[in-house]
């Protein structure tokens, strides 16, 4: 029997439920095939509000390490922390987000711990041990990993997993943890992107243009899609390159994994490295003017056509069928 332990997510003081909630769904059945409990840790300066959401998302325990030194994130200092807890529960499974934050203290939690670990965990399962999926090759292969180590580190790809249900409240209890004093790291500032849409990886609907659209400005009939819609606006990597769109647009292998109700590619081709970030959409519109192009093998709905003429003309429409109207 092996417990999990399941890491928050906490970006300038808020819980990222959206990165947080679908890992408590792999905790959950990390759970069910090892035989063990679902311990929450909440690293965070202030953590009780946090706690109290976390311990009603269908963990059985919620573990609060509250620390103003949690306050700036440094993955130096996350990690042993992270595996201090991992030790103490007994932890056979360590799990976070494949966020920007999971994907930088996970490695150096599984190095202390001197654990195997998994990145981007699709499913774990029991099979004479605890079994776990992971895509490589751009998401074109799905590889089963075995983990010999006795405690395994796995870095979720949340989005194939739903919010758990809300359950009754949890226990919370407060853990003492030897936070690392480290002077060769410091933490100097975080930059948040502000926006009035939704973050690219929790929009229902996501808007995203390619290199084809061939200026910056042609992305604003793509916000104005993206509005109508309350939606978010991505992008291929030739069009963050071409500096059409900003890097954190950026849909794919390098950039953001999404998988909304509606993903709009207009002017993409369909590279296997963009791919992997967006076709676990549940619909695809793909909007190109070469039939050939790849977009159209994954799409539900395509429209060979040029762009300057189809947007506009779909942002026209969207308006008629009152979209946009508060
Ligand atoms: C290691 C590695 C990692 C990578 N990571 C990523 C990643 O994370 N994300 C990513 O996106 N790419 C990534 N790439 C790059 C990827 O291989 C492609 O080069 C890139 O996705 C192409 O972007 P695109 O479809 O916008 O451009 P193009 O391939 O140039 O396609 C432009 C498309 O626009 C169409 N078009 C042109 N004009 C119009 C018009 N007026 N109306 C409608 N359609 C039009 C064309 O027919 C064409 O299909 C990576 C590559 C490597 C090697």
Redesign the pocket.
């Known amino acids: 029997m092996g417990n999990v332990l399941v890491v928050t997510e906490v970006q300038a003081g808020e819980l990222r439920d959206s990165a947080t909630y679908p890992t408590i769904s792999f905790a959950q059945r990390a759970a069910e095939a090892s035989g063990g409990d679902v311990y929450a840790l909440v690293p965070a300066d202030g953590a009780d509000d946090i706690a109290e959401e976390v311990a009603e998302r269908g963990v059985d325990h919620v573990l609060v390490a509250d620390d103003p030194a949690f306050d700036d994130y440094i993955a130096e200092r996350i990690a042993p922390v992270v595996a201090e807890v991992a030790r103490a529960i007994d932890a056979e499974v360590v799990c976070g987000p494949s966020s920007a934050q999971g994907s930088d203290y996970l490695p150096r939690t599984a190095q202390h711990l001197e654990a195997g670990m998994v990145t981007n965990g699709m499913d774990v399962w029991d099979d004479d041990g605890l079994k776990f999926k992971r895509p490589i090759w751009s998401g074109s292969v799905l590889k089963t990993v075995d983990i010999n180590t006795p405690s395994k580190v796995v870095s979720v790809r949340t989005t194939d997993f739903d919010d758990p249900e809300a359950t009754d409240p949890a226990p919370i209890e407060a853990v003492d943890v030897s936070i690392p004093e480290r002077d060769d790291v410091e933490h100097v500032e975080i930059e948040i992107v502000e926006s009035e849409r939704p973050e690219l990886t929790d929009a229902d609907v996501v808007i995203s243009g390619?290199?084809?659209l061939e200026s910056a400005d042609a992305f604003d009939m793509l916000e104005e899609m993206a509005d109508l819609f309350g939606g978010a606006v991505g992008a291929?990597?030739?069009?963050v390159d071409s500096g059409y769109a900003p890097n954190d647009w950026?849909?794919?292998?390098?950039?953001k994994v999404v998988a909304p109700g509606l993903y709009v590619a207009?002017?993409?081709?369909?590279?296997i490295?963009?791919l992997s970030?967006m076709k676990g959409s549940q619909n695809i519109v793909a909007?190109?003017?070469?039939e050939e192009?790849p977009i159209f093998e994954v799409a539900d709905y395509g429209l060979v056509e040029?762009?300057?003429q189809a947007v506009p003309e779909m942002n026209e429409k969207l308006r008629e069928l009152g979209l946009g109207e508060d």
Request: charged share 15%; no cysteine; hydrophobic share 35%.
């Open positions: 390619g290199r084809g291929s990597r030739a069009a950026q849909i794919g292998q390098t950039g207009v002017a993409i081709s369909g590279a490295q963009h970030g909007i190109n003017t070469d192009a040029d762009a300057f």
